[in-house]
């Protein structure tokens, strides 16, 4: 069965670092490119980073440039996102997805209605 589960969710303090993870079951990772997202209370989901399937190529928000950086490990099927320098306005649920064109490139942020499979995410707070 295809799945995520992100974990690493939490209170922090404005200035911390988070780092999050995406654990996927039931496909081959390393097909695809994956993407973070994240929705905070009253707004749209958005893109926040993306990573290929190759790993060799990413791409961020603008709002996270600098201070994010996704990364994958397809040996432990797994793909994070580091946080760093957390703002208050970072505060939001965070979800990964999955890209469903076989060994995309994640030439840009593909929007929500763009991927297939989410996890059920796992929250942030930021704290100022």
């Known amino acids: 069965q295809l799945q995520f589960v992100e974990s690493g969710g939490g209170l922090v303090q404005s200035g911390g670092s988070l780092r999050l993870s995406c654990a996927a079951g039931?496909?081959?990772?390393?097909?695809?490119?994956i993407g973070w997202f994240r929705q905070a209370p009253g707004k749209e989901r958005e893109g926040v980073a993306c990573?290929?399937?190759?790993?060799?190529?990413?791409n961020y928000a603008d709002s996270v440039k600098g201070r994010f950086t996704i990364s994958r490990d397809d040996a432990r099927n797994t793909v994070y996102l580091q946080m760093n320098s957390l703002k208050p306005e970072d505060t939001a649920h965070y979800y990964c997805?999955?890209?469903?064109?076989?060994?995309?490139?994640?030439?840009?942020?593909?929007?929500?209605?763009?991927?297939?499979?989410w996890g059920k995410g796992t929250p942030v707070t930021v704290s100022s």
């Open positions: 990573i290929s399937s190759s790993g060799g190529s990413t």
């Open positions: 039931g496909f081959t990772l390393d097909y695809y490119a």
């Open positions: 997805a999955r890209d469903p064109r076989p060994h995309s490139y994640c030439s840009r942020l593909r929007g929500p209605a763009g991927m297939d499979y």
